[in-house]
Antibody, heavy 117, light 110 residues
Framework: QVHLVESGGGVVQPGTSLRLSCAAS????????FHWVRQAPGKGLEWVAV????????YYADSVKGRFTVSRDNSKNTLYLQMNNLRAEDTAVFFC??????????WGQGTLVTVSS | QSALTQPASVSGSPGQSITISCTGI?????????VSWYQQPPGKAPKLLIF???TRASWVSYRFSGSKSGNTASLTISGLQAEDEADYYC??????????FGGGTKVTVL
């Protein structure tokens, strides 16, 4: 069964860093690209980043470009999102999702990041 | 990377049909058949509903259908049921290696 599980969320102060992880199981991790999508409290979904397969090209939303970095470790079947210089407006539930051609499926359950002083 | 435009809410009585619109521009919704729809029940993660404009995911009832005309995609739910209450989001590939979501539509069954 295909499964994605995010972790690493928490409460951090503005200007600090946090790394999220997304552990995958039930499929060949190295054969897929992956997305990060976030959802601020009570708000809609916002696409954050993608890492493509097989070249590993990475692309970002303008709102996080230069601050967030997506990466992967195929030996650990894990996707990462390194978030630097966090701002209050980055407060959100962060979801990872598998890239299936041009849509997202499946999604993880999400991990909450709260940026507050 | 402006969000796609969806109505904030749509409601209907059991058994009725409702349609949710999703409007973008020629470089996203209008530029390819890469529109997808996601269902998000309260407090849960989104789940793929429809991809490539009108292809249902394996778990999805025939009551859900998708279409597109120009820069606007649509999701229709026929035979509305109480279990259909959820938030619905459209998404499109933008053609520049990025994706965009709609603002989301809350579906209420009266």
């Amino acid at each position: 069964q295909v499964h994605l599980v995010e972790s690493g969320g928490g409460v951090v102060q503005p200007g600090t860093s946090l790394r999220l992880s997304c552990a995958a199981s039930g499929f060949t991790f190295s054969s897929y690209g992956f997305h990060w999508v976030r959802q601020a409290p009570g708000k809609g979904l916002e696409w954050v980043a993608v890492i493509w397969f097989p070249g590993g090209n990475k692309y970002y939303a303008d709102s996080v470009k230069g601050r967030f970095t997506v990466s992967r470790d195929n030996s650990k079947n894990t996707l990462y999102l390194q978030m630097n210089n966090l701002r209050a407006e980055d407060t959100a539930v962060f979801f990872c999702a598998r890239k299936d051609t041009l849509f997202l499926d499946p999604w993880g359950q999400g991990t909450l990041v709260t940026v507050s002083s | 990377q402006s969000a796609l435009t969806q109505p904030a809410s749509v409601s209907g009585s059991p058994g009725q049909s409702i349609t949710i619109s999703c409007t973008g521009i020629s470089s996203d919704v209008g530029g390819s058949n890469s529109v997808s729809w996601y269902q998000q029940p309260p407090g849960k993660a989104p789940k793929l509903l429809i991809f490539d404009v009108n292809t249902r995911a394996s778990w999805v009832s025939y009551r859900f259908s998708g279409s597109k005309s120009g820069n606007t995609a649509s999701l229709t739910i026929s035979g509305l049921q109480a279990e259909d209450e959820a938030d619905y989001y459209c998404s499109s590939y933008t053609g520049s290696s990025t994706w965009v979501f709609g603002g989301g539509t809350k579906v209420t069954v009266l």
